[in-house]
DNA sequence: ACTGTGACTCTAA
DNA sequence: TTTAGAGCCACAG
């Protein structure tokens, strides 16, 4: 099946648990192409909302989260991930350290 | 085929 | 610790 790597990607993040948070190079890893980082961010960029995808789940590798350029407006992917369990740090970034999405399955294909 | 753009990541100072 | 620079990849025009 040959199908984008952006579809990939989306495949990628919704898997991501509920109460888990993944990095963009995490979700570019395991859809094959650990430097493909950017190239999740400018897909999910172009992702319709009415796809349900998650990418509120998605952060940056050190745990902070986008400048206030997502869905809504600004504090709004903070406030859904606080509210699926996601634990942040006082300096408002996510604990990557136990929220970080342990993913074990086979989106590289 | 080339260039520009972007919600990234890493290393160095 | 924070800031700055360079590298990386995919997509659209």
Redesign the pocket.
Known sequence: MSV????KFYRVIANIPEGRVA??????LLA????????????????PAHLE?P??R?????G?L??G???GGPGI?EQLLKKEGVAFLP?GKVNMRCCLWESSGDFSR
């Open positions: 984008s790597l952006n579809e990095s963009y190079g995490q979700v570019a094959g192409r650990p430097r493909a980082a950017r190239a999740v961010g400018a897909a999910l960029r172009h992702v995808l990418c509120h998605v952060v940056f590798s050190d902070s986008c400048k350029l997502i869905f992917q300096n």
